[in-house]
C-alpha cells in the first residue's frame, strides 16, 4: 500500500530514531494495532503515540481493564516501516482480517490513521450539524486547554 506523503511527514515526525539527513536514516517506523476486534479497520499509530499509550496503560492501577488495554496495543500490534518507495507491507494475516485484498482507503487522526478496505469504507471524519453537542463552543479548540500535558 503506498502511504500519502503527508502521512508519511507525520511518521517520519514520530519516530525518535529517523533522522532526515541522516543516510542511514533507515525508514520512518510505525505501529500496525489489529488488537480490538470490533475496529472494521486496521489502525497505525507514529512510534511515540505508541509509546505514550504503552506508558499511559503502564501507569494504570492492575485489573481487567489494564489487562485489556495491554492486550490490545501491545500483544495485538506489530512494528512496521515505510520503504524508501513510500509503500508499507501489510501482513497476510491482517490484509485477511480486515477483507484487505485490492484497494484500500488511509485516513488519517493526528498521530495516526486508519487503513480501510474500499469496499468496508465508513467514513468517520463527516460531522453532521444534529450531531453537535449543545455546549458546544464557538471555537471547540478551547477544550484542548483542559488536557492534561502527557
Known amino acids: 500500500m503506498s502511504i500519502p506523503a503527508s502521512f508519511r511527514r507525520v511518521l517520519e515526525a514520530g519516530d ?5 539527513d541522516s543516510k542511514d536514516n533507515g ?5 500496525m494495532v489489529y488488537g480490538n476486534p470490533r ?3 486496521l489502525e497505525c499509530y507514529t512510534v ?3 509509546e505514550r499509550i504503552e506508558d499511559r496503560i503502564d501507569a494504570m492501577k492492575s485489573g481487567e481493564r489494564k489487562r485489556v488495554l495491554s492486550k490490545i496495543y501491545s500483544s495485538g500490534s506489530v512494528n512496521a516501516s515505510v520503504d524508501d518507495t513510500g509503500r508499507i507491507v501489510i501482513p497476510a494475516k491482517l490484509r485477511a482480517r480486515y477483507d484487505i485484498d485490492g484497494e484500500t482507503y488511509a485516513v488519517a487522526s493526528l498521530n495516526k490513521f486508519q487503513i480501510w478496505a474500499a469496499d ?6 463527516a460531522i453532521e ?4 453537542m449543545e ?3 464557538e471555537d471547540p479548540m478551547e477544550w484542548l486547554d483542559e488536557v492534561e500535558e502527557v
Open 16 to 20: 525518535p530514531d529517523w533522522e532526515k
Open 27 to 31: 525508514n520512518p517506523g510505525f505501529v
Open 39 to 41: 475496529l472494521p479497520y
Open 48 to 50: 511515540e503515540e505508541m
Open 120 to 125: 468496508r469504507y465508513q467514513p468517520t471524519d
Open 129 to 132: 450539524e444534529d450531531d453537535l
Open 135 to 137: 455546549d458546544l463552543p
